[in-house]
């Protein structure tokens, strides 16, 4: 030990708060401490009952969620796994321009370029890839795409569950079919979806 | 000194000892080691190992165009991510020469000094979980986790904000939002006194920090301490105040520094009494931003492909561990030349060695604790 810190731990210690003549009797303040926490827990343990038994669903038992049983709402600024949004015909409304795929400081989007036969003006992707393992979801692709085509409003993670690196590659007909759920589904459904897997593990 | 060399200490004989503190230790918080040759509980030396977090941010940045390189700040220090968002933002933009809109500066400061708030939560939390005080931690979360919600609001994101662009930010703040910052203030306040009543004035938190791993005024300048660190020691040194950037010029707020109010100047409570204080001073600072919140836009014009001149500069925040600095160097082209990142806790770190020389292995978690390194920041 420093001599320096034994010293000034001896001479200068002192209470900044000044304890009352009730909190130096020391048992009231203990059992109203007490008092606390225990109303806390039984409070919680009889609110959870009644949640189980599915009343009173409305008051909330603790601060905590009961992942994923229930989750906390998404804002809609929400960053989640992209989509790629489609014409009223249903085709991919990406024109593959590579705005993204220049855009993206992780690199992870593969575009290859094709042209429709009877259309001469608008080109679309033929490959669409997202490698969601390298993706950061900075939302640089939904900036700088000019047409609105790639969206990031799922409001779902990224999904972690596969065997192998290839499954977290993400193609178009992947990214296309998200659209269509979502606009069938909405954005819970989506989600309903996407925690399936957890809730009976 | 030589391991196996016998140390006598109070009349016992024993032998030098040498453990490996973490790099999977409760109280190093990310991955931190320390090889430490301790006397029984007394510690002799204690070196800090670093570099088990290197992500090689910095050649990364020479890879990366300018604008997108901002998510990879974000990285630097993921406690605190809108600072190192700033930062490099305010080093382009100075480069470049590019003007901030009003409101986006508005919108930067509400944004880190809500990001401010929720590190030295994360930071005085955790330093009464090291401590032993399992409560305060629960209740510093928790409240952290309403700031969560707000930045998702914000930016769309919880940890990795990458919010901040260069010539403003991402996205404007909406009036809602800023109801719910308000009513966040209004609940956050008073629990700022209820964490003191928890935790700062607790007995046996002051005993065991008063007067432990006091830090001089001139190690804290050889050493180049930064932040609380620095003003824990008594002097007074914000960049915010002493080399104004953004719109702080215009707020008012305190510096708050170390007084030695339970023991020794510079001690580890000072640190952590600093942080409390600031916690404080946040709240003031967002409360005037949003009541002179101006209107117009978030993001000034800035093209997509930002080819700053040939030159180079540095640029610094007061980020919450300190003094954070970006140093870029541009030599004309889509790409940073050359990116530096100087951050506060690396050179925290340097002073553990000297510091804990001769205080016990408990104390040693105390002055980690006291100095709030964060790994990753460390390391970049």
């Known amino acids: ?201 | 000194m030589n391991e196996t060399a016998p140390v006598q200490s109070q009349g016992f004989y024993a032998e030098e000892m040498t453990i490996s503190v973490g790099p999977q230790h409760p109280s190093t918080h990310g991955v931190l080691r320390f090889v430490v040759k301790t006397d029984g509980e007394v510690i002799n030396e204690a070196i800090p190992d670093v570099g088990y977090l290197h992500r090689s941010i910095e050649k990364i940045g020479e890879k990366v165009t300018w604008h997108g390189y901002v998510p990879y700040t974000d990285r630097a220090d993921y406690l605190a991510a809108m600072f190192a968002n700033q930062v490099f933002c305010m080093a382009a933009e100075k480069l470049a020469g590019t003007e901030v809109t009003r409101r986006g500066e508005f919108c930067r400061v509400i944004a880190c000094e809500l990001n401010r708030i929720a590190s030295h939560l994360i930071s005085v939390g955790t330093f009464g979980q090291d401590i032993g005080a399992m409560t305060p931690f629960v209740h510093a979360l928790r409240e952290r986790e309403t700031i969560n919600n707000l930045m998702e609001e914000i930016c769309g994101a919880r940890l990795t904000y990458n919010y901040i662009r260069i010539g403003g930010v991402g996205y404007d703040i909406l009036p809602e939002t800023c109801t719910r910052i308000t009513e966040f203030l209004d609940h956050f306040e008073p629990i700022v006194d209820e964490f003191n009543r928890l935790l700062s004035n607790n007995k046996i938190f002051i005993e065991r920090l008063a007067g432990v791993a006091v830090i001089s005024k001139e190690d804290a300048f050889s050493y180049n301490l930064v932040g609380p660190n620095l003003r824990g020691c008594g002097i007074k040194w914000d960049i915010r105040r002493d080399i104004p950037y953004s719109v702080y010029p215009e707020l008012e707020f305190e510096v708050p520094v170390g007084t030695g109010q339970v023991g020794t100047l510079g001690d580890s409570y000072d640190r952590y009494w600093v942080r409390i204080r600031e916690l404080q001073e946040s709240c003031k600072i967002l409360r005037q931003c949003l009541k002179m919140f101006p209107k117009g836009p978030a993001i000034a014009k800035v093209p997509r492909k930002f080819k700053p001149p040939v030159g180079e500069c540095y640029a610094r925040v007061e980020a919450p561990r300190g003094d954070m600095g970006f140093y870029v160097v541009s030599d004309g082209s889509e790409y940073p030349y050359r990116v530096r990142i100087r951050t506060g806790s690396f050179t925290a770190m340097s002073i553990i060695d000297k510091l804990s020389k001769g205080i016990m292995v408990a104390d040693l978690i105390a002055l980690i604790g006291s100095l709030d390194v964060d790994a990753p920041e460390i390391d970049r």
């Not at chain 1, 606390?36 to 009889?46: C, E, M, Q, S």
């Not at chain 1, 790639?150 to 409001?155: L, N, P, S, V, W």
């Not at chain 1, 079919?177 to 957890?198: D, F, I, N, T």
Request: charged share 30%; proline share 6%.
């Open chain 1, 1 to 201: 030990m420093a001599p320096l810190a034994a010293q000034s731990r001896a001479n200068r210690m002192k209470r900044i708060e000044e304890m009352s003549l009730w909190e130096r009797l020391y048992f009231p303040e203990v059992i109203r401490g007490l008092t606390v926490t225990g109303y806390r827990f039984w409070r919680n343990l009889i609110v959870h009952t009644l949640h189980k038994l599915g009343l009173a669903r409305k008051v909330q038992a603790a601060i905590t969620v009961q992942y994923p049983d229930e989750r906390a709402p998404y804002p809609d600024t929400f960053r989640g796994r992209h989509r790629l949004t489609l014409k009223d015909d249903g085709l991919v409304q990406c024109t593959a321009c590579f705005l993204c795929a220049t855009a993206c400081p992780a690199e992870c989007i593969y575009i290859e370029a094709g042209e429709y036969p009877d259309n001469p003006v608008e080109k679309y992707p033929i490959r669409y890839e997202i490698d969601t393992l390298r993706c950061i979801y900075c939302g640089f692709c939904v900036e700088a795409c000019p047409c609105d085509a790639i969206r990031m409003d799922t409001g779902t993670h990224p999904g972690n569950l596969g065997f192998s690196r290839k499954d977290f590659v993400e193609n178009k007909e992947v990214l296309m079919q998200r659209s269509r759920e979502l606009a069938e589904k909405g954005k819970e459904g989506l989600y309903e979806e996407y925690v399936k897997p957890y809730r009976h593990v």
